[in-house]
């Protein structure tokens, strides 16, 4: 190991390895194998920033139970016997549509394209992750205007049949089942993912005994492949229900009234901030739940992992009716969460009096791109920093501080941007009030009114998602290597610069895309908190909708949608296709 480790560092370090070991007599005197290459001040900066970021991610988490528990409730009473019941009751009935209708297409979609073989199968398999770059509010304005009273197939239907407005019935698309159904087309891709990677490290041996046993095809996948992929689909229904109580674009659309719609409304149209703070401390409640409900699952999964058979198996070749079924099944998601909205905004924004090159719309598109490359930047290095140290450390404080930082992405972003706003428009008031005393003018709102403010809550709400990325790449550096460096007199800060980045750029490129694509689409965080003028495309697409101006909103929607489709692109690409069918 050492000589493999000494080879690897010469491809990083091929002008430094005779600076720090030449074989002239300055030999190091400690041995390699027992030698800690991240020590001293550089790993005492490291801890120290690592547990800074804890507490940044803590903080509107803290700050949102403080200001609704020092309030008074008198409010919040008020919306208990008006409002707050129907806030709750569709809350969890959108948890329950979205979390049973991806159930259902994640996990059928995923048996199908791993399990059988059926023309269009292989195109299939990759199509079926192309929503997943689709907003769930993007679908709201492009099925708003194809099935509304006024829109395409409404009126295709009365000028077919001569119907009048009365005489027809026709299912109302801004509605609480019509928001569970655009959640449900976006976010199924979650759990069709992790469903076929289960199915594939599982094998088909299950299956093929049962059926020869006499099972049923249904029973032998609802009794046999189903209990051992459970723990899988659990975290992809968890995940999904996550970012189904964060969503506010396509609820707030719709006027479907929920807990994140009522937080919104309670901060700025009756502007009591006790009462959103209390909305949010249940919401935030709700989210940790589900993330406490996703750790359990986690520490179940690990055992099932192990024994999972993990070699290729053939797949069983549909035919006749079968294989139409399978692929009609197979198609209708894709065609209703891709094809359809994207035919439908290219129609709308042919038909917009809007300049897609002109100045305004160039910088609402800046905005974006500064707002989101800034964010992924940041926030990759948090991940770095909270990551090595939890590398280094093993102690129960180093994976406290990983822990705290995963639980932004189960927090909504409107909880994360009250809970930054409180204390810093406090902080600002205090220095305002300050400055008018002692220098005789106001500052202003000097930190509330800061991009950096705004990029603050991108951070702690992506900063999961960049941890994943870049830690799933970092277990394949052995320590070997990082004994090998120290060994050779590198410190801290050399062994990460000159050795776990250039070898994890994949995984730092894959964390930087992620946290620059949801960045791109976040947008109650961005309402919430955003300085005066400082628009971006998501809250251009969400003012447009808001104002019934479809047709404009079309334009920034498909511009969100494109750079969506980036990461999804390079995720197909590296699609495991799995093993060829047997006849």
């Not at 520490?299 to 070749?317: C, F, S, V």
């Not at 220098?439 to 809550?457: C, D, E, P, Q, Y």
């Not at 995984?507 to 620059?516: G, K, R, W």
């Amino acid at each position: 190991m050492a000589s493999a480790s000494s080879s690897l560092l010469r491809v990083f370090w091929p002008d430094r390895l005779g600076r720090f070991g030449r074989a002239n007599g300055k030999r190091l005197k400690r041995s390699t194998t027992h030698v800690d290459a991240f020590s001293g001040f550089g790993r005492k900066l490291i801890a120290g920033l690592s547990y800074a970021v804890a507490l940044l991610c803590a903080l509107p988490l803290l700050a949102v139970i403080i200001e609704a528990l020092s309030g008074s409730f008198e409010a919040t009473a008020r919306l208990g016997t008006s409002l707050l019941p129907g806030y709750a009751l569709t809350t969890v009935a959108i948890m329950v549509m979205v979390g049973a209708g991806t159930l259902v297409i994640g996990t059928g979609t995923a048996w199908l394209v791993t399990a059988c073989e059926f023309t269009g199968r292989r195109w299939l398999e990759v199509a079926l992750v192309l929503p997943l770059a689709f907003p769930a509010y993007v679908l709201a304005y492009a099925y708003t205007d194809l099935l509304d009273h006024p829109g395409l197939v409404q009126s295709t239907l009365r000028n077919l049949f001569g119907w009048g407005p009365r005489d027809y019935w026709f299912p109302e698309v801004r509605s609480v089942g019509g928001a569970g159904l655009m959640l449900t087309l976006v976010l199924y891709p979650y759990v069709y993912l992790l469903a076929r990677a289960a199915f594939l490290m599982q094998g088909l041996a299950p299956f093929v005994v049962a059926r020869s046993l006499g099972c049923p095809p249904f029973k032998a996948f609802r009794k046999v492949a189903m209990p051992l992929v459970a723990p899988a689909v659990a975290a992809g229904v968890l995940l999904v229900l996550m970012e189904a109580i964060a969503d506010f674009g396509t609820v707030s659309h719709f006027g479907v009234q929920t807990l994140a719609t009522g937080i919104y409304t309670t901060w700025f149209t009756l502007g009591d901030r006790v009462a959103s703070a209390q909305l949010a401390l249940g919401l935030l409640a709700i989210a940790l739940l589900l993330l406490g409900l996703e750790h359990i699952r986690s520490r179940g999964e690990l055992a099932l992992a192990q024994d999972a058979n993990r070699g290729r198996w053939p797949r069983m070749r549909l035919k006749g009716w079968q294989a139409v079924a399978a692929f009609i099944g197979c198609t209708l998601p894709v065609l209703f969460g891709a094809i359809i909205p994207i035919i439908m905004l290219i129609s709308l924004a042919r038909g917009a009096e809007q300049n897609w090159l002109s100045e305004r719309y160039l910088g609402f598109l800046t905005n974006s791109l500064i707002l989101a490359a800034v964010a992924a930047i940041i926030t990759l290095t948090a991940a770095i920093i909270l990551s090595t140290n939890r590398r280094l450390g093993q102690s129960g404080s180093s994976k406290a501080a990983v822990g705290i930082a995963r639980m932004g992405y189960a927090v909504p972003g409107g909880v994360i941007a009250i809970g930054l706003f409180v204390p810093v428009a406090g902080l600002d008031n205090a220095v305002d009030a300050w400055a008018r005393v002692n220098l005789g003018f106001s500052t202003g709102l000097f930190f509330s009114g800061s991009i950096a403010l705004l990029v603050m809550a991108y951070m702690i709400r992506f900063l999961a998602a960049a941890l994943g990325a870049w830690r799933a790449g970092e277990v394949t550096v052995t320590r070997d290597l990082d004994r090998a460096a120290s060994g050779l007199g590198a410190n801290t800060t050399t062994v990460l610069r000159r050795i776990h980045i250039p070898m994890l750029r994949p995984a730092a490129l894959t964390a930087m895309l992620l946290v620059f694509v949801d960045t791109i689409k976040e947008l109650p965080a961005t309402l919430i908190i955003r300085p005066f003028g400082w628009d971006t495309l998501a809250v251009q697409a969400y003012r447009l909708a808001a104002d019934e101006r479809l047709e404009g909103a079309a334009v920034p929607s498909l511009v969100i949608v494109a750079i969506g489709l980036v990461p999804v692109i390079i995720l197909c690409r590296r699609l495991n296709t799995g093993p060829r069918s047997v006849m």
